[in-house]
């Protein structure tokens, strides 16, 4: 018997969690597309970016292929590359892979993981990437190297948006100017009238007070108009008519699907691919998404997890034409740690806002990043 062709588009939280999941069953061909060959721990780019010894590249850029040399080499199929077309009738995906021609590749039921970026990722505003997601290419290593060293030489950083992404990486540089002594500056520009503004009042002023203590300049209810450069100095302008100096301006807000190659009968108006309880693409029988792609709105990689757990199961259901289905609901409520540098931080925890000195227990000590090796290998 043929073997069940399973194509999955991206290999990352959820991609990566999906494939292993699916492998288990004995008869399936599974072919992974992904343009970088590492899997990313993103989730300590905040401190990757900024302290470039706190980690070392083996600790947060994982091989992806040796995480699929367990199973049988006729089982799995990872083309580094890019999906660009999905033909439903013909049930076949276009892939654009780094070296090579263009191909064709089959499939009987397809998974799309392909997840959303970041502007300070593409470097679409200031022409400088700050990769704090993958790029379209295999080149995560190099544009990390030179975002540490364009963020060690900078003497005036403005970070626009108070979410978490701006206050983790606000917080992280402030730990470096304090420990170097440098007299590097760091503003922290929020739209909204306090930080963190998905947290509780005492999450929102825990991080102010701590941002304050720490020298970073914190400018609320103002927002972020346009960014010019001459040469390397940058001039951000705010809507209250102030302009602010910088030699690194670093946007932190929107999320941006990558979704160029799916059909736009899946999309919402925003761009992200509409999904039922199930995890099945709306108007499909063979499609399957979860992670950040999808229109579920808490765009976590925990989230991406559970979304791929449950599409996974239903997947394999289809496969095997029998077993118990299962549902996703990303619930109400929120959680979220939030380190202010290595000594502390804030967030919200089964409603509740965490002690300082235990956010830097739980993830202000190494942004989770022992998890990274368990994530890829499909164990977490
Ligand atoms: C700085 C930062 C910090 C974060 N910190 C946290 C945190 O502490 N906790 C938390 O829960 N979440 C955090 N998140 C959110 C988390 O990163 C996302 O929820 C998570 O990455 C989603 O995983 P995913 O697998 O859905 O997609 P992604 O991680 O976005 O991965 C998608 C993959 O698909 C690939 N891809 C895209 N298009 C194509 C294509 N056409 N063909 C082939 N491959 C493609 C991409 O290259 C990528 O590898 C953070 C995000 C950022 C930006
Ligand atoms: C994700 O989409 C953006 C915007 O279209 C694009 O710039 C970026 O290269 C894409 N990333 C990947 C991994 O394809
Ligand atoms: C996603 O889109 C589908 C189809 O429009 C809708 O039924 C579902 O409720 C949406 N999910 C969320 C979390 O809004």
Do not use: C
Request: hydrophobic fraction near 45%; avoid cysteine.
């Amino acid at each position: 018997m043929a073997p069940v062709n399973v194509v999955i588009v991206g290999a990352s939280y959820a991609g990566l969690s999906i494939a292993h999941s699916v492998l288990e069953l004995p008869e399936v061909k599974v072919v992974l597309i992904n343009p970088a060959t590492t899997f990313f721990w993103n989730i300590a780019a905040p401190r990757i970016v900024a302290k470039a010894k706190a980690f070392k590249p083996e600790q947060y850029l994982l091989s992806i292929a040796d995480a699929f040399n367990k199973y049988p080499a006729e089982n799995i199929e990872f083309i580094p590359g890019t999906a660009t077309a999905v033909d439903v009738a013909a049930k076949t995906i276009s892939v654009t892979p780094n070296e090579g021609d263009a191909r064709s590749v089959s499939y009987d039921h397809l998974v799309i993981a392909s997840g959303s970026t970041t502007t300070s990722t593409t470097g679409e505003i200031t022409g400088f990437s700050i990769p704090f997601k993958q790029s379209n290419r295999d080149d995560v290593k190099q544009l990390i190297e030179a975002a540490q060293q364009k963020i060690a030489t900078a003497k005036e950083i403005v970070i626009g948006g108070a979410g978490p992404i701006g206050v983790e990486l606000a917080g992280e540089l402030a730990d470096v100017v304090e420990q170097s002594g440098s007299a590097a500056t760091i503003t922290l520009v929020s739209a909204t009238d306090r930080v963190l503004p998905m947290l509780k009042s005492s999450g929102s002023s825990a991080a102010s007070k701590m941002l304050k203590q720490k020298n970073v300049k914190v400018v609320t209810s103002t927002r972020v108009t346009g960014a010019e450069a001459s040469g390397d100095a940058w001039t951000v302008s705010l809507d209250n008519g102030d302009k602010l100096s910088a030699d690194l301006y670093i946007p932190t807000t929107g999320v941006i699907p990558n979704n160029s190659f799916i059909p736009e009968q899946f999309l919402d108006k925003e761009g992200w691919v509409k999904v039922d309880k199930e995890m099945r693409v709306e108007s499909s029988k063979n499609i399957y998404a979860a992670g950040d792609i999808t229109n579920n709105s808490m765009r976590l990689s925990f989230k991406a997890a559970e979304q791929a757990s449950v599409a996974a199961n239903n997947l394999k259901a289809d496969i095997l034409g029998k077993g118990e289905r299962k549902n996703f609901d990303q619930g109400e409520s929120i959680m979220m740690v939030v380190p202010i540098g290595a000594s502390g931080g804030t967030g919200l925890v089964f409603g509740f806002t965490p002690f300082s000195f235990m956010v830097k227990m739980i993830k202000g000590k190494d942004y989770f990043i022992s998890k990274a090796a368990s994530m890829v290998a499909g164990k977490a």
